[in-house]
Each structure stands twice: as structure tokens, then as C-alpha cells.
């Protein structure tokens, strides 16, 4: 029903903003990656929405991207998993995070997002399959992740480095490098 909002940034109280639209304030509910890319208050901003409606409320969720507000409408879908939840996944992880976690079926990188369980965790990703990882891809210029990349990705993480450093190790890596000799060439590069 109400698709985009243009207006004045009246309020930010997170993770809610308010936008002034012609004197009529819209409250609307945005995940903490949008929260920090918006303008300072006054200025203009635009955002991508969501409208929610229930018994007991009408909420209107804003996304900085179309990779974001997809994301959120196909994590919205999976049984259990409602608005609130999905905002906490997206304001957790990046859009491609995720589609990095579902690419590698990585359910340990969705357990660290408060509220995500590993029984959620396995969930989001067996229904995630096929779906973020190939529609959404990786905004931001990212990379898709071939079986061998998510495989030395999940070592590095496993072995204590953080999902930034062994995405940067494995940027440097050959695309077509075989799993145990990217692990070898992604370690040297961090030991750097």
C-alpha cells in the first residue's frame, strides 16, 4: 500500500525514525543498516517500505535499499519468523552476509543475531536456499561465493578470524583455487 516515503527526517529514536511528509509524520520501524546511513534530522531522506497490518497495530517498516526491503520480504514468509525478527537479522547482518551465509549454508554466522536460535538458524537457511544467495546477490559490488570460497570462508571463521578478515583473505584468493590450498594462501595473506 505505501511503497516509498520522501520527506523530512524529523526524529530518530532507534529503531525508529520519523519522517515528515508534507506536515503528516509516518513513524516508521528501520533495521540499524539504514538507521546509520541516514541524513542528519531536517534534512531530506527517502526510504523503501513496508506496510504491516494486524489485529492490534498498522507498523510501516523503511529499508535504505531494494536488496534490504527484499531481503526483509523474504524472511517474512518463513513460518515463525515475523517483521520483528526479520528487522533483527537485517539489522545484524548485511544483505550480502546473508546471502553469503545462506550461499555456505553457514548457520553460525545467523546464531551470533540476537533473538536467532540454531533451530531458526537452520530454518532461515533451508528456506533461504535458492532464494537471497541467487536473487538478491551480492549488493555493494560483492562477489558471489562459489562450494570452494564458502568452504576456506567457514575454516577461517571456524579457526577465530572474523567474517571481515576472511572476506578480505578470500578476495585475494584465485577464483578456481581448490579448498586446502586457499586455506594455506588466505592464512599467509592474514598472517601479513
Given at each position: 500500500?505505501?511503497?516509498?516515503?520522501?520527506?523530512t527526517?524529523?526524529?530518530?529514536?532507534?529503531?525508529?525514525?520519523?519522517?515528515?511528509?508534507?506536515?503528516?509524520?509516518?513513524?516508521?520501524?528501520?533495521?540499524?543498516?539504514?538507521?546509520?546511513?541516514?541524513?542528519?534530522?531536517?534534512?531530506?531522506?527517502?526510504?523503501?517500505?513496508?506496510?504491516?497490518?494486524?489485529?492490534?497495530a498498522?507498523?510501516?517498516?523503511?529499508?535504505?535499499?531494494?536488496?534490504?526491503?527484499?531481503?526483509?520480504?523474504?524472511?517474512?514468509?518463513?513460518?515463525?519468523?515475523?517483521?520483528?525478527?526479520?528487522?533483527?537479522?537485517?539489522?545484524?547482518?548485511?544483505?550480502?552476509?546473508?546471502?553469503?551465509?545462506?550461499?555456505?549454508?553457514?548457520?553460525?554466522?545467523?546464531?551470533?543475531?540476537?533473538?536467532?536460535?540454531?533451530?531458526?538458524?537452520?530454518?532461515?537457511?533451508?528456506?533461504?536456499?535458492?532464494?537471497?544467495?541467487?536473487?538478491?546477490?551480492?549488493?555493494?559490488?560483492?562477489?558471489?561465493?562459489?562450494?570452494?570460497?564458502?568452504?576456506?570462508?567457514?575454516?577461517?571463521?571456524?579457526?577465530?578470524?572474523?567474517?571481515k578478515?576472511?572476506?578480505?583473505?578470500?578476495?585475494?584468493?584465485?577464483?578456481?583455487?581448490g579448498v586446502?590450498?586457499?586455506?594455506?594462501?588466505?592464512?599467509?595473506?592474514?598472517?601479513?
Amino acid at each position: 500500500m505505501i511503497g516509498k516515503l520522501t520527506g523530512t527526517l524529523s526524529d530518530k529514536n532507534p529503531p525508529q525514525v520519523l519522517v515528515d511528509c508534507n506536515g503528516v509524520g509516518y513513524e516508521v520501524d528501520v533495521p540499524m543498516s539504514t538507521f546509520f546511513n541516514l541524513p542528519g534530522l531536517g534534512e531530506k531522506v527517502t526510504l523503501l517500505t513496508h506496510f504491516v497490518v494486524r489485529e492490534d497495530a498498522q507498523i510501516l517498516y523503511g529499508f535504505g535499499s531494494p536488496g534490504e526491503r527484499a531481503a526483509f520480504r523474504e524472511l517474512i514468509k518463513i513460518s515463525g519468523v515475523g517483521p520483528r525478527t526479520a528487522l533483527s537479522v537485517l539489522s545484524g547482518m548485511s544483505v550480502g552476509d546473508i546471502a553469503q551465509a545462506v550461499t555456505a549454508q553457514d548457520a553460525g554466522r545467523l546464531v551470533k543475531v540476537p533473538g536467532i536460535g540454531k533451530k531458526t538458524a537452520e530454518r532461515l537457511l533451508l528456506e533461504l536456499k535458492g532464494k537471497i544467495g541467487a536473487d538478491l546477490g551480492l549488493p555493494g559490488g560483492g562477489t558471489p561465493v562459489t562450494d570452494h570460497q564458502g568452504d576456506i570462508l567457514q575454516a577461517l571463521v571456524g579457526l577465530g578470524y572474523s567474517d571481515k578478515e576472511a572476506q578480505a583473505a578470500l578476495k585475494s584468493l584465485p577464483k578456481d583455487i581448490g579448498v586446502s590450498e586457499g586455506i594455506k594462501q588466505a592464512l599467509k595473506a592474514l598472517v601479513r
